[in-house]
C-alpha cells in the first residue's frame, strides 16, 4: 500500500508570489490534515479536509487556504508569501478509525 | 538532512539503555494522546497512542505512561537501538481521534554506540 506522497518536495519561492503544494492520502483514506513545521513555533495544525469538505481548521491567516478533492487528493495553498512562511509543510492522511495519522515527506518551502 | 528544530531538548542514550522522554501538556480537555518519531527527511511516524482512560499502554518496546493528575506523558523505549536516534514529539487532542493535533515542541534522542 502506498505512502501518503507529497509534490512537490523542495520549492523556493519570492516574497509576494503564492504556491500551491499538493497531496495524495493513502488510498482508501479520506481525512487529509495539514501542518506547518518550523524551528521556532514546531508542527502546527493547519486545517482538515474530509469529504471535499473543511472539518477542522487552525489558527493560520485567510493567507492560507486549502481544497479536497473528490479522490481525496488535497492542496494547500499560500498567497502572498511571507519570509515567515519559510517552513515544512506537512500533510497527513487519517482512515475512518480516526485514529493514527499517516504523514507525508513533506514539501520543503523556502521563501527568498 | 532536515533540521526540524535547532534548540531541542537532547537526550543522550548509551546503545542498550532505556531511554524515558517527557512531555507535559496543558489542556486538561485533552482526552487522546500520541508519540510521533521524526528522522530526518522525513515525515512523523506513529508510535503509540493512549487515551485519557488508561495510564499504560505497550508496544514493542515502547511503553507510554499518562499521568492525568500532573498533566504529564512519557515515552519509554526499552534497549535503545542507534535506529531509535530521533526527534521524537507528543500529540494531544479533545476529540479522542488524531484531527486536529496539538504538538509539543519534541525531544532529540542521540543514542551512542
Known amino acids: 500500500k502506498a505512502g501518503v506522497t507529497q509534490t512537490p518536495r523542495y520549492l523556493i519561492k519570492t516574497r509576494g508570489q503564492q504556491v500551491t503544494l499538493s497531496c495524495s492520502p493513502i488510498?482508501?483514506?479520506?481525512?487529509v490534515s495539514w501542518y506547518q513545521q518550523t524551528p521556532g513555533q514546531g508542527l502546527q495544525f493547519l486545517f482538515e479536509?474530509?469529504?471535499?469538505?473543511?472539518?477542522n481548521k487552525g489558527n493560520f491567516p485567510g493567507r492560507f487556504s486549502g481544497r479536497q478533492f473528490s479522490n481525496s487528493r488535497s492542496e494547500m495553498n499560500v498567497s502572498t508569501l511571507e519570509l515567515g512562511d519559510s517552513a515544512l509543510y506537512l500533510c497527513?492522511?487519517?482512515?475512518?478509525?480516526?485514529?493514527?495519522?499517516?504523514f507525508g515527506p513533506g514539501t520543503r518551502l523556502t521563501v527568498l | 538532512g532536515e533540521s526540524v528544530g535547532l534548540h531541542l531538548p537532547t537526550l543522550s542514550v548509551q546503545e542498550g539503555d532505556n531511554s524515558i522522554i517527557n512531555c507535559a501538556y496543558s489542556n486538561s480537555a485533552s482526552d487522546y494522546f500520541i508519540w510521533y518519531k521524526q528522522e530526518s527527511g522525513k515525515g512523523p511516524q506513529f508510535i503509540i497512542d493512549i487515551r485519557s482512560n488508561m495510564d499504560k499502554r505497550q508496544g514493542q518496546r515502547v511503553t507510554v505512561l499518562l499521568n492525568k493528575t500532573v498533566k504529564h506523558l512519557s515515552l519509554q523505549i526499552a534497549a535503545t537501538q542507534p535506529g531509535d536516534s530521533a526527534v521524537y514529539f507528543c500529540?494531544?487532542?479533545?476529540?479522542?481521534?488524531?484531527?486536529?493535533?496539538?504538538f509539543g515542541t519534541g525531544t532529540r534522542l542521540q543514542v551512542t554506540l
Open positions: 500529540a494531544e487532542n479533545n476529540n479522542g481521534t488524531a484531527s486536529k493535533l496539538t
Open positions: 497527513a492522511s487519517q482512515g475512518l478509525a480516526g485514529t493514527e495519522q499517516f
Open positions: 479536509y474530509f469529504s471535499e469538505t473543511q472539518r
Open positions: 488510498s482508501g483514506h479520506r481525512s
